[in-house]
Each structure stands twice: as C-alpha cells, then as structure tokens.
C-alpha cells in the first residue's frame, strides 16, 4: 500500500498542514480585524535607574485578547503579524497610543521616557521615519523621550535599508536600544556603524547571572563593553533580590523585571511611576527583607 501511494508521507501530513495554513490564515483575519475593532491594548513596564529606584522610563508591551482566542502572546502573533505585512499598520497603532499616553504622564513626571519595539518590518518600510514622526508630533512628545529597540537579528539582516532612516531618525533626536543583546549575531561591527544609545542584556543572561562565575563574567562584558562605548545599559528580566544587587554591584544602570515592577494595564501606572520616585534605593534593594 505504501508503495502505491508513492510519496505516502505527504498525505500522511497533509491533514495537519492543511489545518495550519487555516489556522494562519484565520489567524491573518484576527488580526486585521483587531486592529480594526480596537482589541489591542497596551501594558507598560517601567525601566527602573539602578541607582536610585526612579522610573527612567516604560517600555510599551503590546496585548490581544482575542474574543475567539482568548490571551495571544506577541511572541506568537507579532511574527504572524510581519509574515501578512500587518505589523506596519499594529506598529503605528503601538506608536501612536504610546506616545500619547506617555504624553499624558510626563505632566506629572517630565523626564519620562518611551521605549517601543520596532519590527525590522517596520524599519525597511520606505517611510518609517516620518511614521515615527507623525506618531510624535501628534502626541506632542519630543523626540528625545523616544527609544526605539530593535533586535540584534533586525539590525544584521537589513543593515543598509535600516540604517538610514536609524541616522535619519538619530539626527531627529529618538534613540536607539539594541533589545535581547547578546542573543543574536556574534558580530559586534554594528556598535561602531550604528548610532545606538542603549543596549538590553537579554534576559537569559540574567536569569542565570545568580548562578555562575561565568554568567556574572559575561554580564560583566556587556556592562564594561556599554561604558566603554558610552551606552546606556539596561538589564531585563530582574527577578529577584540576588539578580538585582548583582547586577548593581556591576554598575548596571538600568533595570526591568518582575522583580522591580510587572508590565501594568496603563490605569495603574502613575501610582507604579509615583512609588518608584518616591522609595528610597534601600527601600528597592531590601524590598524582599524588609517584607
Ligand atoms: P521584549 O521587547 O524583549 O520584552 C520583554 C519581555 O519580557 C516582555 O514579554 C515582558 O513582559 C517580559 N518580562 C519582563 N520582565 C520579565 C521578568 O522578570 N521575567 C520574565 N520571564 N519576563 C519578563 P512580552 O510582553 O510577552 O513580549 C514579548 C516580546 O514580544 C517582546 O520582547 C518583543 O520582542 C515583542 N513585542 C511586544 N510588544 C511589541 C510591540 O508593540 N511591537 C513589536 N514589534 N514587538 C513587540
Ligand atoms: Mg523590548
Ligand atoms: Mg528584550
Ligand atoms: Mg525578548
């Protein structure tokens, strides 16, 4: 029988493959369709400075609660998102309510900044450039607030479409992160070409920093290699109280995790934002002891 049927193992999985195509094209109308229908909302999750406990900014961190599918990470619906050329359109959408809101909160605390994660998708769009300068100018935030964090794999798979309207962009005042550092291409030669300002230890460098000599050592790197090039540093995925002194004993200036505060629905932020100004670093650091 098997013979007869010649190349079996396609039909074999053809049911399944068959339901995936389905799945992501369903998938493609869900997504248009929240765009559409406002079922994409916005969390924030403050980058606190190390230092003093202050909130130096929020990063911007996109949510679906889909009527039919209930809660879809961005993990998985973002790259479906880049696959069907939505993610322009859910890009603007993120930019421009961000903005805005961020607007909003810098009457209570003026040096907030806005970080947003950009798609390399995005970033080749021929007018991404004035995009982000339309989602500013609508908000009235200055351009200076703004950090855009794009990814390592981003930056090494389009480095010339990218880096123009990165410059362009640069000259107008918006700053530049490298996200998930670390995780990506091994090439560090984009350092030097890019005008970036900020990089973000990935998590996984982290979450390991409390186990081994080796991990602090590569932490260590990252943190000296930020310095040495006058970068920002930020550390994401602080956990707990040993990953946060940790990282403070390297001279880490900024961190993120559920350790220092979760990402927050936006009606929650300024008590978030407000608590953080106000407590001392003893009060961050020994939070665990104190509790
Ligand atoms: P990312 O930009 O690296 O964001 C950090 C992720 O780590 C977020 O997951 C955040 O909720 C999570 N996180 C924060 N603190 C901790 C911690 O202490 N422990 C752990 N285990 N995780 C922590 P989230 O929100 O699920 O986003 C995942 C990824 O999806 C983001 O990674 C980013 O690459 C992408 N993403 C999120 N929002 C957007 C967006 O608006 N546009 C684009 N293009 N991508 C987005
Ligand atoms: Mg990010
Ligand atoms: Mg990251
Ligand atoms: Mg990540």
């Given amino acids: 029988r098997a013979k007869k049927d010649g190349p079996g193992r396609v039909l074999v999985y053809q049911p399944y493959m068959h339901a ?3 799945d992501r094209l369903s998938l493609r109308g869900d997504l248009q369709r929240a765009l559409r229908d406002g079922e994409f909302r916005l969390q924030y999750q403050p980058l606190i400075r190390l230092a003093d406990g202050r909130a130096a900014g929020v990063e911007a961190l996109i949510r679906w609660n889909s009527p ?3 809660f879809v990470s961005p993990v998985d619906f973002i790259p479906i998102a880049e ?7 859910i890009g603007q959408w993120v930019l421009e309510t961000s903005a805005l809101q961020v607007a909003k909160w810098r009457r209570d605390f003026p040096d907030l900044g806005l970080n947003v994660n950009v798609s390399g998708h995005q970033l080749v769009h021929p007018r991404f450039a004035d995009n982000v300068m339309r989602a ?6 200055p351009s200076s607030a703004v950090t855009l964090e794009l990814t390592e794999s981003v930056l090494m798979s389009e480095p010339d479409l990218g880096k123009s309207a990165l410059n362009v962009l640069r000259g107008l005042g918006v700053q530049l992160s490298i996200d998930d550092f670390g995780t990506g291409y091994s090439s560090l030669a984009y350092l030097r070409e890019l005008p970036v300002d900020e990089l973000k230890i990935d998590r996984a460098f982290i979450a390991r920093a409390e186990l081994t000599a080796e991990d602090l050592a590569l932490v260590r790197t990252i943190v000296e290699l930020a310095q040495i090039l006058g970068l920002r540093v ?17 001279g880490c200036g900024y961190g993120q995790g559920y350790h220092l505060c979760r990402p927050t629905d936006p009606e929650f932020m300024p008590d978030r934002l407000a608590d953080a100004q106000v407590e001392s670093p003893v009060g961050v ?5 104190t509790a």
């Fill in 83 to 89: 696959e069907f050329g939505l993610i322009v359109d």
């Fill in 68 to 70: 039919t599918r209930g």
């Fill in 136 to 141: 500013l100018a609508i908000a009235g935030l």
């Fill in 234 to 250: 930020v550390a994401e995925g602080i956990e707990n109280a040993a990953q946060l002194s940790a990282l403070r004993g390297l």
């Fill in 285 to 289: 650091l020994d939070h665990r002891s």
């Fill in 20 to 22: 995936e195509a389905l």
